[in-house]
């Protein structure tokens, strides 16, 4: 999914990252089930040497996060879309992977979820406001320092 490059600066965003955090962790919990999927992320976080009493605050919150009591249904979907894009994954592997919906959602109303029509900068400051965990420094870097080596681990099966 192509995305304007202005709004490439949000990749960081905390209420993005914590997103893609929980997203993560949804995603290998509804494979493997919880157990499983807190153990893999704790060796993973070893693996990349990241805090992993600061990651599981994030992951313990995970249900906060993608159910914040602020954002509708609709506000949400845009965000993991958004999320999504900014990751480089393609309208396919959000509607599959994190909205769980049809993969022909995101493609028939294409106008509806293109980050670049919705994400105006009022959309964009709202953001702030939804922010669970990363808004205190220290989970932010830990969260970003996860997510980079995620990603960058991830590229090697690419």
Known sequence: MKIKNELLKYKHHPRIMELRISMIKTMIVRQYGEEVAMNFLQMLSQMFECNWTILIGILNKDHKITNHPAVTSTRRKQEVILMGALYGETRYQISAQYLNMSTNY???????????????????????????????????TEARRFLVSFDNFMGIFK
């Open 106 to 140: 995101l493609y028939q109303s294409k106008e509806r979820n293109n980050p670049n029509i919705y994400t105006t900068e009022e959309w964009l400051e709202a953001l702030n406001d939804e922010v669970v965990v990363c808004g205190v420094r220290s989970y932010a």
